[in-house]
């Protein structure tokens, strides 16, 4: 696990909460909504961690979190549903939150 705080974790889960979202016919589902923004918090600590890392490092945690849709019909990866925008968003709120670490 990483070195941060659960204070620390949930400020990093709520920002990425309140500014990302899924994107699914032109509606947006921000992730703090979705209830998906702690699950990715904690998935990207091993990052921030490792100190430089890139939009394909932040893709690669996306890709392995898996987003159940429609009653469990259908599952597909959470990279799959943010749009190219939200990404590089992402990957801006991290580099952010390392430098404020």
Do not use: R
């Amino acid at each position: 696990m990483s070195v941060l705080d659960t204070k620390t974790l949930e400020k990093l889960a709520s920002e990425i909460g309140e500014n990302i979202y899924i994107d699914i016919a032109k509606w947006h589902l921000y992730l703090a909504n979705a209830h998906l923004h702690t699950q990715l918090a904690e998935q990207l600590c091993p990052l921030l961690d490792q100190g430089d890392f890139s939009e394909s490092d932040v893709q690669q945690v996306l890709q392995k979190i898996s987003v159940t849709l429609g009653g469990g019909k259908q599952t597909t990866s959470l990279v799959n549903l943010i749009p190219n925008t939200g990404i590089q968003d992402l990957v801006k709120i991290l580099k952010d939150f390392q430098e404020d670490l």
